[in-house]
């Protein structure tokens, strides 16, 4: 019992990519040119106006130094986008060329790089990461390379599953009788066709960063105060959440939000992908 | 049997993955920029206190010896003395490692008994109105940061409801029970959303077997028919996939155990690294990596009494 | 008409909300101790009839029309009513047993809990019942390959042991949907002979789907043939092999290997079944017919009886006749 339903002329974009591309698209402008959309200077402190509630003045309130929420959380779009991408792009673009050469050479390399995965997930991602940052101390860099040395491992694995499946197809043959390189077959024929799971987990992936990225600000471990970052922000508000819930409350919600933008696109973008197949 | 000699092979493959976890910290804390003893003692320390601190830490000896010294102790149990705390690690990770694994125990409980029932509402209602609500729910918790979650929860359960305590680990069972269960609940939400979602789209998949449809042919009880057949088989691959979260879910425990200020491995591990007591650091890590591995090993031995066709 | 055990009337099956029609006004009977045969192409509405008649359909069909079991309607059971029938009376065994049996769990326990649904008997005497079946369908070692999983069997033994559990109830009426397709021809052979021991020993009827005219040749009483969801011929193995009134029955009939060679599916018509969901006007095989005139293009040619137990829907019924049994 096939589905013999007619294909459809047009690709309808599905919904979740929509509003994701939607969410993603405003992150993108607000980070990058965050002095257009914030009402006040983030880091400016106004003893007049401690601890204020929401209001018309200050949407989303004030904190301890009077600083206004709504423009450290705004401000903060240009770390945490930063983030997303500055941590997953050295993963993505190594990952992608180790995972084409492994998949494409298959035996010992293959084996090993077996062995390597198996290792990499038995370390609590969290744990290896706070672990390298305590080593070379707190920052935004330090996070960087200790996300890199052990992400790009996910982005081989997918990628070599990919190439082996590709490898096997007629056009890489061809490629081979035509008398291409190695290299040239590997990059220029097999990897386009091989790499959109991997574009798909990069969402997922840039979701991860900006969560583990806030995580490690508020642990103190990732971007330092006063720098407006959301962790940071959850983090200075904690112990006024009783009195001055404001201060957290949103910061979180931007994560979330944010967060929810990258999860829809990559969904979107799966079944975008799916049907296209 | 089968299934016996799948265990001893299980068990055997053991040794090669605790040896690497070895090389990864040792080759972490020596081979990284930065050398221990000054980032233990800060950056005005004197030449001398960093060459006796090396000293004592055997970091003056060729790298080979270093690691079959290394090898030796943690093998013999010897993880070497917390510097702030001038306590053995393996004493420190004796006590604060139950708790954590308290936690992370109930926090998969709470993650089961909300991700298999929803993920059948939402697998068996494909499309309608429960299943997005489901659905969209779960994306949103995917999206939720651990601590955040904490602070709220505990904002208004703890300090505002009073239904349960602000922080601590509390005294006898019971009480570590109602001590943990708003940290648990905070770690399992975003597991369940993974889970969930997993085991949905392994329900859609087996729903619609041959193996279901005889099931039915047979005229079996509904309920016979989604928990034998449908559950059952759908539970394989999430079963794998709950055994590979366990490290998401020790990440997420660390966070927890600050935000809560439960005295756990996860908080020991973040105030050793603000106090650059990098013994516990390293201890911590390895107990935490030899535990993933026994996890995914119990994973392996759950998924071949479940599935007969893993022990080959 | 009367003698029947199962009546089809009327059997529609459709998909999305009306958009496909897999089964299309599909009316039969199955008399005691008869192996009726339903053949046609993949695509032809065989197997969805079969799970139509045992409410199998996924949720997306519909299904209108009559399936009077020993006269009550199966499409208007209850639940507990269907479920009495589904496995006790009626049984159903499909085209690829590794898919069909659970690969999960051991062979013991699907037959078992057949035997708990629809019997009184007691754990020992269901034990018990289980090595008998598995005797009776002449697996070797009962005691020990019942504790073994489906797959540790061959293909055969596989088949052999769907058998055992749609057996194991005594039903009355076996539904078999293509059981021997996935097997070799060799032990194809054998399960058809083991079929039709056990419709003699049990008194049953069976309906076998097949796309095989030779499994048809060799097993069954009467045949219904279907093209794109209809029956267009019907009637004894004997008569429609000798002297087929449908186009499309002479056609099947021609790509069957002669005595001494190999059975092969059904290649020798012209192109292939229309897309349920884009049937043509008037009858839809015309598109691929050698009688095809103008009526045939634009009216669909109804089931006519042409003699007791014979009928056949087809404008140029002489015209084939004349042209003979390709056999």
Redesign the interface.
């Known amino acids: ?2 589905d ?3 294909p459809r002329a047009r690709m309808i974009l599905p919904r979740p990519l929509i509003i994701g591309g939607a969410i993603l698209l405003a992150s993108v402008v607000v980070g990058l040119f965050p002095a257009l959309f914030a009402p006040f200077d983030p880091n400016a402190f106004d003893y007049g106006a401690l601890l204020q509630a929401p209001s018309w003045a200050h949407p989303m309130g004030t904190d301890n130094f009077g600083r206004d929420v709504l423009s450290r959380v705004i401000h903060a779009y240009t770390i945490d986008m930063q983030i997303a991408v500055f941590a997953t792009i050295v993963p993505f673009v190594f990952g992608t060329i180790i995972g084409a050469l492994v998949g494409y050479a298959g035996g010992w390399a293959e084996a090993l790089f077996g ?1 390597i995965v ?2 990499v ?8 990461v ?8 707190p920052g935004l860099v330090n996070m960087y390379i200790a996300v890199g040395v052990v992400g790009w491992v996910f982005y081989a694995r997918i990628i070599a599953a990919e190439i082996k499946v590709q490898k096997r197809l007629d056009y890489a043959d061809a490629g081979r009788a035509m008398g291409y390189t190695h290299l040239r077959i590997i990059f220029r024929h097999l990897l386009p066709n091989a790499i959109t799971p991997a574009i798909v987990y990069w969402m997922t992936d840039m ?1 991860l960063a900006i ?1 583990l990225g ?2 490690l600000g ?4 990732g971007a330092q105060p006063p720098a407006a970052e959301w ?1 940071v922000q ?1 983090a200075d508000g ?1 112990n006024f ?2 009195t001055a ?1 404001w201060i ?2 949103f910061p ?1 919600l931007a ?6 933008g ?3 696109t990559g969904d979107g973008l799966a079944e975008v992908l799916r049907t296209k197949r | 049997m089968q299934l016996a000699s799948f265990i001893a092979r299980r068990i055997l493959q053991l040794i090669p993955t605790l040896l690497f976890i070895l090389i990864v910290v040792f080759a972490l804390v020596r081979l990284l920029p930065g050398d221990p003893a000054s980032a233990m003692l800060g950056d005005r320390a004197l030449d001398a206190d960093v060459e006796r601190i090396n000293r004592e830490l055997g970091l003056d000896r060729p790298l080979p010896v270093q690691f079959a010294v290394f090898a030796r102790s943690v093998a013999t149990g010897d993880l070497g003395d917390s510097i702030t705390l001038k306590l053995p690690v393996t004493e420190l990770i004796a006590t604060r490692l139950p708790i954590t694994i308290l936690l992370t125990l109930m926090a998969a409980l709470i993650a089961v008994v909300f991700a298999v029932p929803l993920a059948f509402v939402a697998a068996t209602r494909r499309g309608r109105m429960a299943d997005s609500a489901v659905r969209g729910a779960f994306q949103v918790g995917l999206s939720m940061p651990v601590f955040y979650l904490g602070l709220i929860l505990l904002t208004v359960f703890g300090a505002r409801l009073r239904w349960f305590p602000v922080g601590g680990y509390g005294d006898g069972f019971l009480e570590h029970l109602h001590h943990l269960f708003l940290p648990a609940l905070t770690l399992a939400l975003s597991l369940s959303a993974i889970l969930m979602r997993n085991l949905r789209a392994a329900i859609i998949e087996v729903i619609d077997a041959e193996y279901v449809q005889f099931a039915r042919a047979k005229g079996l009880r509904p309920r016979l028919v989604l928990l034998r057949h449908v559950l059952r088989n759908a539970l394989i691959s999430t079963v794998a996939l709950f055994g590979l979260s366990i490290g998401t879910l020790l990440s997420g425990a660390v966070i927890t155990e600050t935000v809560f200020a439960i005295p756990g491995a996860g908080r020991l591990m973040v105030d050793s690294i603000y106090a650059r007591d990098y013994p516990v650091v390293q201890g911590l890590t390895i107990a935490l990596a030899v535990l993933v591995s026994l996890t995914f090993l119990l994973t392996d031995l759950v998924q071949a009494w479940l599935d007969p066709r893993v022990a080959r | 008409m009367t003698d029947a055990m199962l009546e089809v009337r009327n059997l529609t099956t459709t998909f999305g909300h009306g958009r496909l029609t897999a089964v299309n006004d599909v009316s039969f009977t199955v008399r005691p101790g008869e192996v009726l045969g339903l053949v046609g192409e993949s695509g032809s509405g065989k197997s969805v009839t079969l799970r139509s008649i045992m409410r199998l359909t996924p949720e997306s069909g519909a299904v209108a029309g009559q399936v009077l079991w020993r006269g009550r309607d199966v499409l208007k059971m209850t639940a507990s009513d269907l479920r009495r029938v589904r496995g006790g009376q009626i049984s159903m065994i499909f085209q690829e047993p590794m898919t069909a049996l659970n690969p999960v769990l051991p062979v013991f326990v699907q037959i078992e809990e057949n035997l708990r649904a629809h019997t009184d008997l007691d754990r020992g005497a269901r034990a018990a019942r289980a090595r008998e079946l598995m005797d009776l369908v002449g697996i070797p070692d009962a005691a020990r390959r019942l504790r073994e999983y489906p797959h540790q069997f061959s293909g055969g033994m596989r088949q052999r042991v769907m058998i055992a559990i749609g057996l194991a109830s005594n039903p009355k009426l076996l539904l078999a949907d293509e059981p021997t397709t996935a097997l070799d021809v060799t032990i194809q052979d054998q399960i058809l002979k083991l079929i039709l021991d056990l419709r003699d020993q049990l008194a049953m009827s069976v309906v076998l789907v097949t796309h095989d005219l030779g499994v048809v040749a060799a097993t069954c009483d009467r045949m219904a043939v279907m093209y794109a969801g209809r029956i267009v011929e019907t009637g004894t193995v004997a008569q429609v092999f000798a002297q087929p009134n449908h186009a499309y029955t002479r056609g099947l009939l021609g790509s069957v290997p002669h005595a001494g060679t190999e059975r092969s599916m059904l290649l020798s018509i012209e192109g292939t079944p229309p897309p349920l969901g884009a049937l043509p006007a008037g009858c839809a095989f015309h598109p691929r017919c050698d009688f095809a005139t103008a009526p045939c293009r634009t009216t669909l040619p109804v089931l006519e009886d042409i003699a007791p137990d014979r009928s056949v829907a087809c404008f140029n019924r002489a015209a084939v006749l004349a042209a003979g049994s390709p056999i």
Do not use: C, E, Q
């Not at chain 1, 994560?255 to 929810?260: M, N, S």
């Open positions: 019992m096939s013999t339903a007619a062995r198996d290792a997930i038995t370390f609590p991602f969290l744990v290896l706070i672990a390298i940052v305590s080593v070379l101390g979701a969560l806030s995580s508020y642990l103190g471990l962790g959850i904690k959440m009783a819930w957290s409350v979180g994560i979330v939000l944010t967060g929810l990258f999860s829809l």
